[in-house]
């Protein structure tokens, strides 16, 4: 399958402050990427789609303002939480579409696991 | 929106049997169900997928099976293993305007294989 990275993998920051995740796809070009919370034993929520080139479509419940995202470049897509607070402390995973084939299959990251003190 | 329920939550088999987790989808015009494996702390894997205009497909020990009229999918693994331990997430997924599609998961089912 194919290969997308997440970076970093782990991450402690202080309430307040912001912090920005790194998605990239190694070997294929995704013209979409999705960003996920997981909480502990709990399911993927979509959080947003990323479109390159063009606004990342949110879901429902999540702010767009605390929530940036950016999809710059086809194999790079980053999520920053603006000033973190403890509640936005959580198991984010991106995935990225793969454009070839049917071009359905969605390929994830290894997450990051942020911890707001 | 597209609702996914998935049962059982935990699931505990002998090495050697066979488990099956099944799940509904709400959204008729959902059309791509993938399966993921995730164990604890890592990336869920992709396992297997299947169309909606395919009632069955397998891959060694692993199948899943789609009644696109009840709206049910389900995943099939013979012969488990030790390894097979981890949590399954069943997902269906619609098609977006302009292209590309959307994932909803079930909620994941926590499979235990015991020697």
């Known amino acids: 399958g194919a290969v997308v990275s997440q970076h970093p993998s782990r991450v402690i920051c202080k309430s307040g402050t912001s912090v920005k995740i790194e998605c990239r796809s190694l070997?294929?070009?995704?013209?979409?990427m999705f960003w996920y919370r997981q909480f502990p034993k709990q399911s993927l929520m979509l959080m947003a789609t990323s479109n390159e080139g063009s606004k990342a479509t949110y879901e429902q419940g999540v702010e767009k303002d605390k929530f940036l995202i950016n999809h710059a470049s086809l194999t790079l897509s980053t999520l920053t939480v603006t000033s973190a607070h403890p509640e936005d402390s959580s198991f984010y995973i991106c995935s990225a579409r793969d454009p070839r084939g049917r071009g359905e299959t969605q390929y994830f990251g290894p997450g990051t696991r942020l911890l707001v003190l | 929106g597209e609702n996914v329920e998935q049962h059982p939550s935990t699931l505990s088999v002998q090495e050697g049997d066979s488990a099956v987790i099944k799940c509904t989808y709400s959204?008729?015009?959902?059309?791509?169900f993938p399966w993921y494996k995730q164990e604890l702390g890592k990336r869920p894997q992709l396992i297997i997928d299947i169309r909606s205009n395919v009632g069955e497909k397998k891959d060694q020990r692993i199948a899943v099976t789609l009644n696109k009229t009840a709206k049910h999918f389900s995943l099939h693994i013979t012969e488990t293993q030790p390894e097979d331990s981890a949590v399954y997430f069943c997902a269906a997924s619609i098609s977006l305007t302009g292209g590309g599609n959307k994932l909803t998961f079930g909620t994941g089912t926590q499979l235990k294989v015991e020697l």
């Open positions: 959204d008729s015009a959902s059309n791509y």
């Open positions: 070997d294929f070009q995704a013209t979409t």
